[in-house]
């Protein structure tokens, strides 16, 4: 069964960037897309963007496009996402989450990553 | 502002049936299958529904899934303490962008 294990968590100054991990293990890394999703504290889920790691071809959402960029390296089944010019309204747990059963329905979530932005 | 609607909260007694709406729009759930998540309180979603109506290997029967137009509903009957979380519903839009709701706050009273 496939797991993702996302990198620990982070402490950030308002305007630097951050970059969490997602690495697969334990089944097909590259077939499946990744997509990141974040969570504000007591707030909902709000999905960022994807990527299809064997084309290495990323979409994102308008709301984080030119901030976010999410790339993925084969050779270890890990996925990245980077957000630059961080500010206390990023302050979230960020997720990586990927499909198995329906391609558009998403299975496999890593254990999330907790960002802090504060000055 | 999340791309589809969902109640904030809804509540039953142990044992009885409630109902989560979705509601979106043509360009998403029009035009797309619907998930349902689970969340329990500091742990990462889980997939109830997917395709509008089929649920994942281990997830009881008890779980049910319907999509009309554009909106969906999610049922859970036979209510259990242990269906205290939040609820997200989420599909896909004509942009290739995933969206979801805004959550349910299930409360088992």
């Known amino acids: 069964q496939v797991q993702l294990v996302q990198s620990g968590a982070e402490v950030k100054k308002p305007g630097s960037s951050v970059k969490v991990s997602c690495k697969a293990s334990?089944?097909?890394?590259?077939?499946?897309?990744i997509s990141w999703v974040r969570q504000a504290p007591g707030q909902g889920l709000e999905w960022m963007g994807r990527?299809?790691?064997?084309?290495?071809?990323?979409n994102y959402a308008q709301k984080f496009q030119g901030r976010v960029t999410i790339t993925a390296d084969k050779s270890t089944s890990t996925a990245y996402m980077e957000l630059s010019s961080l500010r206390s309204e990023d302050t979230a747990v960020y997720y990586c989450?990927?499909?198995?059963?329906?391609?558009?329905?998403?299975?496999?979530w890593g254990q999330g990553t907790m960002v802090t932005v504060s000055s | 502002q999340s791309v589809l609607t969902q109640p904030p909260s809804v509540s039953a007694a142990p044992g009885q049936k409630v109902t989560i709406s979705c509601s979106g729009s043509?360009?998403?759930?029009?035009?797309?299958?619907v998930s349902w998540y689970q969340q329990l309180p500091g742990t990462a979603p889980k997939l109830l529904i997917y395709?509008?109506?089929k649920r994942p290997s281990g997830i009881p029967d008890r779980f049910s899934g319907s999509k009309s137009g554009t909106s969906a509903t999610l049922g859970i009957t036979g209510l259990q303490t242990g269906d205290e979380a939040d609820y997200y519903c989420?599909?896909?839009?004509?942009?290739?962008?995933?969206?979801f709701g805004g959550g349910t706050k299930l409360t088992v009273l």
């Open positions: 334990g089944g097909t890394f590259s077939s499946y897309t």
């Open positions: 990527i299809i790691p064997i084309l290495g071809i990323a």
């Open positions: 043509s360009s998403n759930i029009g035009n797309n299958y």
């Open positions: 989420g599909t896909w839009d004509s942009s290739l962008s995933a969206g």
């Open positions: 989450a990927s499909p198995r059963t329906s391609p558009i329905a998403f299975d496999i």
């Open positions: 395709d509008n109506n």
